[in-house]
């Protein structure tokens, strides 16, 4: 059974700091997608990572996806409460459509 | 999540009855994924249908569970007699093709089971 793991489970800073959080398989993907859910609402698609090393920059968020193409973090810079969700990571093995989601990280920007 | 369309936002049922849960999809898009998410959990796939036919059901449990997209209308997901451990949001995602194109979600069905 493929599985993403997302790490850390429940992140809470304070607005201003930066953080990175991570998901990790064992599992090569020939894409990965990064999605940020709030309550009540289906994710939404922040980026798509598809070479191994690439890196993508969405305003304040960093994306990087791995090398060998079976990990990627999301690093957010002077975070802010608008940042304040669930943030989920979904792989893509072989161009199927059967995306593997991460448990994801809850993460929450205080004031 | 513009675009996907998803019906009703929030459904209860009683422990035997059926839950029926719509999704249109984007305009123009003729793929539709349906996915399950438990409290605290990510999403788990369950069906790809394209325009009346099911391309893979096998994140579908086997029994009570049953899928479909019609030539006209929205695809819908059927839950016979429905128990507990049904109870999840149910989201749909749409797109262009099959592949690797971007998944569009829909805002997602509350179904609780009393």
């Known amino acids: 059974t493929q599985l993403l793991e997302q790490s850390p489970q429940f992140l809470s800073i304070q607005e201003g700091e930066n953080l990175t959080v991570y998901c990790n398989s064992s599992s090569v993907f020939s894409s990965l997608q990064w999605y940020r859910q709030e309550p009540g609402e289906g994710p939404v698609l922040l980026v798509t990572?598809?070479?191994?090393?690439e890196v993508k920059k969405l305003k304040r968020l960093t994306f990087q996806f791995g090398d060998a193409r079976k990990d990627s973090s999301l690093h957010i810079t002077a975070a802010q409460p608008g940042d304040t969700g669930l943030y989920l990571c979904?792989?893509?093995?072989?161009?199927?459509?059967?995306?593997?989601f991460g448990t994801g990280t809850r993460l929450k920007v205080l004031a | 999540n513009a675009g996907v369309m998803q019906n009703p936002r929030h459904l209860v049922r009683r422990r035997g009855q059926e839950a029926r849960l719509r999704c249109s999809p984007m305009?123009?898009?003729?793929?539709v994924y349906w996915y399950r998410q438990l409290p605290e959990e990510g999403l788990k796939f369950m069906v790809y249908?394209?325009?009346?036919?099911?391309?893979?059901e096998s994140g579908m449990p086997k029994e009570r569970f049953s899928a479909e997209f019609p030539k006209e209308g929205p695809s819908i997901l059927r839950i016979q007699q429905v128990v507990r451990g049904d109870s999840a949001a149910y989201f749909c995602?749409?797109?262009?093709?099959?592949?690797?194109?971007?998944?569009?979600f829909g805002d997602g069905t509350r179904l609780s089971i009393l």
């Open positions: 979904a792989g893509d093995t072989s161009g199927t459509y059967k995306y593997i």
């Open positions: 995602a749409s797109s262009l093709g099959g592949g690797r194109p971007p998944q569009h």
């Open positions: 990572v598809v070479t191994g090393g």
């Open positions: 249908l394209q325009k009346e036919n099911i391309i893979d």
């Open positions: 305009k123009g898009h003729s793929h």
